[in-house]
């Protein structure tokens, strides 16, 4: 009899039937250290199938403290890893998740890879220049070559079209997320159940890039990012609005003879910026001025340019470097940049990070009344950025160790044209949306503890969960 069974059982596997068996459910594991913006990382399993979803780094932490845990993951184990974007907080570990993950495909958007390449192989010179003067010795903690290598399983996807997670009976579609070139949602479904991870969004257009292009119905379990929970946009505000004050503030300053200083992220920002001084300029709201940009911005640029007719974008085809004209290519092995009159400077790090090119630049910047800083994005409580943004007039600033610190006597302008959905348009997609359940990720805990009580006014039956460190979330 047992011989019988045997013969005619020639039907799934043992792996096969384990996956079928409705036993097993979908679980999502958060392989953050701590519940902030940070080194942004997933796991989703269910059965012996594995997605991991981003593999970031923290930006403010060092070393291996920076990056995600992923203990709960074992070793060449993930069916597949997708990267929603190329922003450092969920690439910068990708390498180190990979090295471990070895013949585990990468899925993303071709403009998500190649931007990848470009912010990893930065993050290498940075690391490397980081153990030289910080002493960090585990840095860098990874290579050149090792990025070179793991590219043969980068796997590149079209948005809105649906596709199998390789190796499991996982269906995905990955949608424009509105945030950076490239970026997505990724909708994930198992049976009959679904997912949707949203990743960093922006609902609003942007210069460039579009409102994201997210489905609204049909899922059971949404992941969402919570950024800007703790922030309500004030009464009036609108993205023209912060456009046209800019202007003013560009204009002001140039018939006072002075220079303006943009910070900006190398990757979006600059871009988005750029984007809108021309068209500042094209309004005749912005005077003919020079405009430098710095080093790794150009070469971001150069691939946003490179996917000016082939993505998902506002004017298509249009090239910063080639049709903005009064973008100023700097010399060749000219390292330092001087503050000009009537020039403008859009330079990075948008938080004016030790060691980049807008702290270096501005602390020669900062003690001239006829010049102004335009901050265009966030700055963390800790960075120099924060420091000069909330300083008053004379206050005397310490931009960096190696230093001393200059008399703060420039204007000094803020304007919000974040990259991220507000607090709100989070809210109404989520209620329109309706799951079962909400996953808060990508969020201080008081940006959360907003969507929590909005929540349980607007979706009583909707259980929010916030998961800690390894938690098992049980989805479906
Ligand atoms: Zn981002
Ligand atoms: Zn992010």
Redesign the pocket.
Known sequence: MQLVIATWYSGPSVATLFRLCPLFCMRFRNLTRRRE?GA?CYLLESGDQRVVL?S?MHPKLAGHAATPDFGPLPDHSANAIFIT?A????IGSLPLLQRQQEETPVLMTEVTGELSNAMLHNSVNVMTKQREEENIHEYPLFTHRELDGIRRNWIYRDIDRAFTVPDTEWEATMFDAG?ILGSTGVLIREGSSTLFYT??VNFEHQTICRAADFPTSGIDVLIM?S?RGEHARPEGHSRKGEKERLASVIRDTHDAGGAVLIPVFALGKTQEVMMMLHELHEEGLVPECPIFMGGLSTKITVLYDHYASRSRRSYPGFRILEDIKMLTPRKRGRTELTANARCLYTLSSGMMTEHTASNQFAWKFLDNPRNAICFVGYTDPESPGYKIRTAKEGDMIKLARDLPPVPLRCRVESFDLSA?ATREQLAEYAEKVKPKKILLV?GEEPAQNWFINRFRDTLPATEIIRPDTHQAVELW
Not at 87 to 90: G, K
């Open positions: 913006i942004n981003d970031g974007h922003h450092h907080d969920h945030h990743g960093d990012e950024t991220h990508h």
